[in-house]
Nanobody
Framework: QVQLVETGGGLVQAGGSLRLSCVASGFALSSHAMGWFRHTPEKEREFVAAISMSGRLPRYAESVKGRFTISRDNAKNTVYLEAFSLKPEDTAVYYC?????????????WGQGTQVTVSS
């Protein structure tokens, strides 16, 4: 079955960095665009970044553009999100999602999430 497992979250000071990983199994990662989203009680779910099947085309939310980098290694079945210059407002649970069709749509599968906490 399709599984997405996120790791790499944690507690970091403002200005610091983290690298999140999403390991995929149960499907051919190279056949799907993938994305990262985040959830807070205040903002509910927010799009963060997406990446095309090949990895050549990324897309970012304005709030993270220039600070976050999405990438993928299809041979390792893994999607990454590198977050730099972290701010307290980046605190959220970060989820990896698989797009079944358009990467502007809703992912059809989600991971369990990984908590990122940025202290001021």
């Amino acid at each position: 079955q399709v599984q997405l497992v996120e790791t790499g979250g944690g507690l970091v000071q403002a200005g610091g960095s983290l690298r999140l990983s999403c390991v995929a199994s149960g499907f051919a990662l190279s056949s799907h665009a993938m994305g990262w989203f985040r959830h807070t009680p205040e903002k509910e779910r927010e799009f963060v970044a997406a990446i095309s099947m090949s990895g050549r085309l990324p897309r970012y939310a304005e709030s993270v553009k220039g600070r976050f980098t999405i990438s993928r290694d299809n041979a390792k079945n893994t999607v990454y999100l590198e977050a730099f210059s972290l701010k307290p407002e980046d605190t959220a649970v970060y989820y990896c999602g698989r797009f079944s069709d358009s990467w502007y749509g809703e992912p059809d599968y989600w991971g369990q999430g990984t908590q990122v906490t940025v202290s001021s």
